[in-house]
């Protein structure tokens, strides 16, 4: 194909905020704010967070609006340049497509990254924000959210509500500037250590930053 324009989607629309973050995301910024021009979200108040099914069906409604010529189910498996003529032959999972230029925008930090701060042999959990859906699936103990970034603050929030509805769970979050040694800039992750808290342990949802 070559002439029109295509958007190919491995998943749905907005697949990310649909089923790959955690299960309490919510977009950072208002609704005022955080929307598409000329349109609002029906089930969020203007000073309230969109829920992030609500971002995924703001952004489908918008792709509808503005016809945006998205093919979605179609994984591109590989990009080549021609050779002796201008172009590219992309290889996808739905046949080949003839592209003039591409835009690759498969998103940001694709590959998780978990440095070795915490020996294998620890007996901790340690999980990537990608993988993180809520804090069910954390044993019991101290979770320590390492980042303070957009992921880190919410998934902190989220583990410090269970934490407060339980006596045997408490979190501890340390919001961290600067570089982690191992890391890159993407590499939020989360700690959890197994165990009950004993007295002198630090109180709940205990926030700090620096
Ligand atoms: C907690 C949190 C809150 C946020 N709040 C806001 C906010 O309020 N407002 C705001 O503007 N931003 C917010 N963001 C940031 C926003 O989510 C990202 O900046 C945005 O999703 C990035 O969009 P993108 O299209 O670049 O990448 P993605 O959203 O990551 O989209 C990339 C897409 O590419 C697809 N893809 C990947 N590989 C392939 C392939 N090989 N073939 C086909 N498809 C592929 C994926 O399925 C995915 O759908 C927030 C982020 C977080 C973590």
């Not at 957009?150 to 600067?178: E, K, M, P």
Request: aromatic fraction near 6%; include cysteine; hydrophobic fraction near 40%.
């Amino acid at each position: 194909m070559r002439g029109a324009s295509s958007i190919l989607e491995r998943g749905r629309i907005a697949e990310r905020w649909r089923s790959q973050r955690w299960d309490s995301l919510v977009a950072n910024g208002p609704a005022w704010h955080d929307r598409f021009p000329g349109m609002e979200f029906p089930r969020t108040g203007p000073d309230d967070f969109a829920s992030k099914e609500e971002v995924a069906d703001h952004f489908v409604a918008y792709a509808k609006q503005i016809n945006a010529p998205i093919r979605c189910g179609v994984e591109v498996k590989l990009g080549q340049r021609n050779v002796g003529r201008p172009g590219f032959r992309v290889e996808t999972s739905d046949g080949v497509v003839e592209a003039n230029s591409i835009v690759a925008a498969t998103g940001p930090f694709q590959i998780p990254v978990i440095p070795l701060v915490v020996p294998g042999d620890a007996g901790m959990l340690q999980i990537h924000s990608s993988a993180y859906r809520n804090p069910e699936q954390l044993p019991k103990g101290a979770v320590l959210v390492v980042g303070a970034g957009s992921s880190g603050v919410q998934i902190a929030d989220d583990s410090s509500a269970l934490a407060s509805a339980s006596t045997f769970r408490w979190a501890l979050t340390i919001a961290r500037r600067g570089p982690i040694a191992g890391a890159t800039s993407a590499g939020g992750w989360a700690s959890s250590a197994s165990g009950t808290p004993r007295p002198r342990d630090p109180a709940p949802n205990t926030s700090r930053s620096r």
